[in-house]
Nanobody, 117 residues
Framework: QVQLVESGGGLVQPGGSLRLSCAAS????????MGWYRQAPGKQRELVAR???????MYADSLKGRFTISRDNARNTVDLQMSSLKPEDTAVYYC???????????WGQGTQVTVSS
């Protein structure tokens, strides 16, 4: 079965940076469309970034220039580099295998990111 495990979250001051990692098992991550999502308290889960099997990327408009999604094929991970963090970036961040073609969706358990002084 597909298993996704996020790591790298924590407490960071405004303006700081964090790198999140999503480790995949049960799939070859590079052959999938992968996404990062986040959910703040009391709000709907929203798409942060997505990367396809060909390496094409897309981002939420509000996050362009601050967040970068990438793959590490040797480690079978998809990563999210976050820079210039703001308090409004505080959320639980989730990794997802997108349901493309006959592939089923799969979610990680999430990792907490808190941006605060």
């Amino acid at each position: 079965q597909v298993q996704l495990v996020e790591s790298g979250g924590g407490l960071v001051q405004p303006g700081g940076s964090l790198r999140l990692s999503c480790a995949a098992s049960g799939i070859i991550l590079s052959t999938n469309v992968m996404g990062w999502y986040r959910q703040a308290p009391g709000k709907q889960r929203e798409l942060v970034a997505r990367i396809t099997s060909t390496g094409s990327t897309m981002y939420a408009d509000s996050l362009k220039g601050r967040f970068t999604i990438s793959r590490d094929n040797a480690r079978n991970t998809v990563d999210l580099q976050m820079s210039s963090l703001k308090p409004e970036d505080t959320a639980v961040y989730y990794c997802k295998r997108e349901p493309t073609g006959l592939r089923q969706a799969a979610w990680g358990q999430g990792t907490q990111v808190t941006v605060s002084s």
